[in-house]
């Protein structure tokens, strides 16, 4: 091996060695520090900003530690809403709330959401709802305590994200299939419905797994009866069959997130059938032109022979034909005729090539 190449594995081996003692150093575990961002139960709204660990954050809101398991995961994971006698931790995509009777918690990850900034659209909503007095409020809002609040404006963001990103699909959706319609732009708009189906699909699965997470605690009282962590506090339990307002909360939204998919899967079938008919017409075209293509060889094919028959009579060679008078017409019919005879028989084969075979 050259010297040159020993040296360049040496220095890579050295940099491997030097940075994976650095991420040694620099690994996640229990004593990391979260960003986080706490919210009281008063019409102030001035959230305070906070580092703490994982082994605080389960002291301090009474959780096992595998109920954080995936509190700072980088990938936006599978949405899930647990549900503990003091607390609340739902899990929505790149939201992290832990929420009790009186506090609102909100890890900040470190890596932002691919799709939209959702904590964003929660801290504005939220500041309205909390800022809101109960007596004013409108509708169900106004009858649900601190906690179910905070989850109301949790779902609603979420929600709503969802919801405008199925509406603006749709919008560049019809766009793209008005501009399907135009020969000039054809290839341009198949591109973009690909694109866009794509986005469609990712919606369509986002909007699923909010309502799979929302039927899980639908279909659990016990963990509804729970969610009345103000009542617990004041001494006041619920039982497990006592859980109407949460109820109808889970299922307002349960619906919307089921409207969402429905609507986004309805769309998805539009653009895969447009999609395909597309395609279709385009193999089409391909094949008339392949076939156009063809015949013109053909025919250039039985012109060359003839021409080339000819040509032999322009040469510098000795032969009766520039005595003849009718030479010259005999030459150019046999040529035209020789041109027709090949062309007609290439035509027979390409037909019989492009006949199906059964």
Same mark, same amino acid.
């Given at each position: 091996?050259?010297?040159?190449?020993?040296?360049?594995?040496? &220095?890579?081996?050295? /940099?491997?060695?030097?940075?994976?003692?650095?991420?040694?150093?620099?690994?996640?575990?229990?004593?990391?520090?979260?960003?986080?961002?706490?919210?009281?139960?008063?019409?102030?709204?001035? !959230?305070?900003?906070?580092?703490?660990?994982?082994?605080?954050?389960?002291? /301090?809101?009474?959780?096992?530690?595998?109920?954080?398991?995936?509190?700072?995961?980088?990938?936006?994971?599978?949405?899930?809403?647990?549900?503990?006698?003091?607390?609340?931790?739902?899990?929505?995509?790149?939201?992290?709330?832990?929420?009790?009777?009186?506090?609102?918690?909100?890890?900040?990850? /470190?890596?932002?959401?691919?799709?939209?900034?959702?904590?964003?659209?929660?801290?504005?909503?939220?500041?309205?709802?909390?800022?809101? !007095?109960?007596?004013?409020?409108?509708?169900?809002?106004?009858?649900?305590?601190?906690?179910?609040?905070?989850?109301?404006?949790?779902?609603?963001?979420?929600?709503?994200?969802? /919801?405008?990103?199925?509406?603006?699909?749709?919008?560049?959706?019809?766009?793209?299939?008005?501009?399907?319609?135009?020969?000039?732009?054809?290839?341009?708009?198949?591109?973009?419905?690909?694109?866009?189906?794509?986005?469609?699909?990712?919606?369509?699965?986002?909007?699923?797994?909010?309502? &799979?997470?929302?039927?899980?605690?639908?279909?659990?009282?016990?963990?509804?009866?729970?969610?009345?962590?103000?009542?617990?506090?004041?001494?006041?339990?619920?039982?497990?069959?006592?859980?109407?307002?949460?109820?109808?909360?889970?299922?307002?939204?349960?619906?919307?997130?089921?409207?969402?998919?429905?609507?986004?899967?309805?769309?998805?079938?539009?653009?895969?059938?447009?999609?395909?008919?597309?395609?279709?017409?385009?193999?089409?075209?391909?094949?008339?032109?392949?076939?156009?293509?063809?015949?013109?060889?053909?025919?250039?094919?039985?012109?060359?022979?003839?021409?080339?028959?000819?040509?032999?009579?322009?040469?510098?060679?000795?032969?009766?034909?520039?005595?003849?008078?009718?030479?010259?017409?005999?030459?150019?019919?046999?040529?035209?005729?020789?041109?027709?005879?090949?062309?007609?028989?290439?035509?027979?084969?390409?037909?019989?090539?492009?006949? !199906?075979?059964?």
């Amino acid at each position: 091996m050259p010297t040159n190449e020993v040296k360049r594995d040496d &220095s890579f081996n050295q /940099e491997v060695f030097n940075l994976s003692l650095a991420l040694t150093h620099s690994r996640l575990n229990d004593s990391t520090e979260l960003q986080c961002i706490l919210f009281h139960a008063d019409s102030s709204f001035e !959230p305070s900003c906070q580092s703490m660990t994982k082994a605080r954050i389960a002291k /301090e809101y009474d959780l096992d530690a595998r109920d954080l398991r995936n509190i700072d995961l980088v990938s936006t994971g599978l949405p899930h809403i647990l549900v503990r006698p003091d607390t609340i931790f739902a899990s929505l995509f790149s939201l992290r709330l832990l929420i009790k009777s009186n506090t609102m918690l909100l890890v900040l990850l /470190e890596s932002e959401d691919n799709h939209v900034r959702i904590h964003d659209v929660l801290l504005k909503d939220l500041q309205n709802r909390l800022q809101t !007095p109960q007596g004013l409020a409108v509708g169900l809002s106004g009858k649900l305590s601190f906690e179910h609040r905070v989850l109301d404006a949790a779902l609603a963001a979420v929600i709503a994200t969802l /919801e405008a990103e199925s509406v603006l699909i749709r919008r560049d959706v019809e766009r793209s299939l008005s501009d399907s319609q135009k020969e000039d732009s054809v290839h341009t708009a198949l591109r973009r419905l690909r694109r866009q189906g794509k986005r469609l699909v990712n919606t369509e699965q986002r909007a699923r797994q909010v309502r &799979s997470a929302l039927q899980e605690i639908l279909s659990n009282d016990e963990d509804m009866a729970m969610m009345y962590l103000t009542d617990r506090r004041a001494g006041h339990a619920h039982l497990s069959a006592d859980h109407q307002e949460v109820e109808y909360l889970l299922e307002a939204y349960n619906k919307n997130a089921d409207a969402i998919a429905e609507s986004a899967n309805s769309l998805i079938g539009d653009v895969n059938r447009t999609i395909d008919t597309i395609q279709s017409v385009l193999d089409i075209r391909r094949n008339e032109i392949m076939i156009f293509e063809a015949q013109l060889e053909i025919w250039m094919l039985g012109f060359a022979v003839s021409t080339f028959v000819a040509g032999l009579f322009g040469m510098n060679v000795i032969n009766s034909f520039e005595e003849s008078i009718p030479a010259f017409t005999i030459l150019v019919s046999g040529c035209m005729l020789g041109t027709v005879l090949i062309a007609r028989y290439g035509m027979r084969r390409l037909k019989k090539f492009r006949r !199906p075979q059964l």
